[in-house]
């Protein structure tokens, strides 16, 4: 397994929804994703819709002489899961407020798919998040979350994308 940094890719997975407009409110223009890494991290929101990517959890495999070999090449393989918290809005109106939270969530479903699709052809890898090492991605995601941040309370959604990496 080559290494990869978990630096990295925080990084880029915060790239790839930095900046996407979203609609959160029903007649109202679209707004850009605010994102932000794991150390761009501000003790209080300056404005909604932000997300920030922090790191979770790891899990690599043992190499051995057996385990997935081609040639003796022992391949170690790594997942990496990184906790996606989007704030759509302060809390206010029930309705609106989770309205607000399926928009961001399902806008951050949609770069999530839109990751991988560039494919070469000649050469067959992919790039997830502008990072070359890694191989694929998954992720599960709650669009109901009640948060508190700087004593605010925010209507918004969670993400976990599992990055898999040999």
Not at 42 to 63: C, F, H, M, R, W
Not at 94 to 106: F, K, P, Q, T
Request: a negative charge; aromatic letters at 8%; hydrophobic letters at 40%.
């Amino acid at each position: 397994m080559a290494r990869i940094s978990i630096m990295n890719i925080c990084d880029g997975i915060a790239a790839a929804f930095h900046g996407t407009n979203v609609v959160l409110d029903a007649g109202l223009a679209a707004v850009p994703i605010i994102a932000q890494s794991y150390d761009q991290i501000a003790e209080g929101l300056q404005d909604t819709p932000t997300v920030q990517v922090i790191p979770d959890t790891s899990l690599v495999d043992a190499s051995t002489d057996t385990d997935r070999t081609t040639f003796k090449g022992c391949v170690k393989h790594g997942r990496y899961q990184f906790e996606v918290t989007g704030y759509a809005r302060q809390r206010s109106q029930v309705g609106e407020d989770m309205a607000a939270s399926i928009r961001l969530w399902d806008a951050l479903e949609a770069i999530l798919e839109e990751e991988g699709t560039d494919c070469g052809v000649a050469t067959g890898t992919c790039t997830y998040f502008g990072v070359a090492d890694i191989k694929g991605i998954s992720w599960s995601g709650q669009g109901r979350v009640a948060l508190v941040y700087g004593g605010v309370g925010y209507i918004g959604c969670e993400v976990l994308i599992v990055v898999e990496v040999f």
